[in-house]
Nanobody
């Protein structure tokens, strides 16, 4: 059974930094994309950053230059380094694991971790 466990959320002042981590347990197909999504009440979950098993990254425009995603494919972990945090970054952050659509494999989500940016 595949499980995603996130850690690293919390309360931080504007301009501060946090590092989110996500560990995947269970057997997974090696060709995949791991990413982070954010969700605020009343809105849909939105992509923050993602990284493929080949190392290709993508970022939401709002976090470019401030956030950095990395992964250790051997350990099945993904990290999100968040710098220069802003109040609008406040959200629940979810780790996601998905696979190329051609393989018709399910997508997996973590339980979410709260990030609050406030003075």
């Amino acid at each position: 059974q595949v499980q995603l466990v996130e850690s690293g959320g919390g309360l931080v002042q504007p301009g501060g930094s946090l590092r989110l981590s996500c560990a995947v347990s269970g057997s997974i197909f090696r060709i995949n994309t791991m990413g982070w999504y954010q969700q605020v009440p009343g809105k849909q979950r939105e992509l923050v950053a993602a990284i493929s098993s080949g190392g290709i990254t993508q970022y939401a425009d709002s976090v470019k230059g401030r956030f950095s995603i990395s992964r250790d494919s051997a350990k099945n972990t993904v990290n999100l380094q968040m710098n220069n945090l802003k109040p609008e970054d406040t959200a629940v952050y979810y780790c996601n694991l998905n696979f190329p659509s051609a393989f018709r494999l399910p997508s997996y989500w973590g339980q979410g971790t709260q990030v609050t940016v406030s003075s």
